[in-house]
Nanobody, 122 residues
């Protein structure tokens, strides 16, 4: 119904930068909040950042000041600019979107990407 495709993950040295992208496609009437979550080895999935349809961001304390979330509503795409990366940022990063799938939908549905690996070496 709705697919989220992520890109931009990879291997980077501590202090470096990466830019993640996630594009939604399929049955989409509108997209409300989008966000990024991550799961490091042996840990629970945690929120990294979210952004509302109007562009208001929310960040986890651990990434505040280093990461920037943004979106392009015309492209159904959300981005995560990650600067000053640390080894503890190493995780699989998952894109999430709250989607109104049709004009007749009574509420939003949440969809997830399959994840993209980010590895930060020291």
């Amino acid at each position: 119904q709705v697919q989220l495709v992520e890109s931009g993950g990879g291997l980077v040295q501590a202090g470096g930068s990466l830019r993640l992208s996630c594009t939604a496609s399929g049955s989409i009437f509108s997209i409300n909040t989008m966000g990024w979550y991550r799961q490091a080895p042996g840990t629970q999935r945690e929120l990294v950042a979210t952004i509302t349809r109007g562009g208001n961001p929310n960040y986890a304390d651990s990434v505040k000041g280093r990461f920037t979330i943004s979106r392009d509503n015309a492209k159904n795409t959300v981005y995560l600019q990650m600067n000053s990366l640390k080894p503890e940022d190493t995780a699989v990063y998952y894109c999430n979107a709250a989607v109104r799938v049709s004009a007749w939908a009574r509420s939003d549905s949440n969809f997830w990407g399959q994840g993209t690996q980010v590895t930060v070496s020291s």
